[in-house]
């Protein structure tokens, strides 16, 4: 079975952006940004 790869994870990395970063210029919690790119959430 194909492991789920997530795209928001792999976009940042391209950009050379951070979650942090992503979480500051959607006015969200860090901690959210972080689950979705882990897919817990």
């Known amino acids: 079975m194909?492991?789920?790869i997530n795209r928001l994870k792999?976009?940042?990395?391209e950009q050379?952006?951070?979650n942090?970063?992503?979480a500051e210029q959607l006015?969200?919690?860090p901690t959210s940004v972080r689950k979705w790119?882990?897919?817990a959430s």
């Open 10 to 13: 792999v976009v940042l990395a």
């Open 2 to 4: 194909a492991q789920d």
């Open 27 to 29: 006015g969200k919690d």
């Open 16 to 18: 050379k952006r951070t």
């Open 20 to 22: 942090k970063w992503l």
């Open 37 to 39: 790119c882990t897919n």
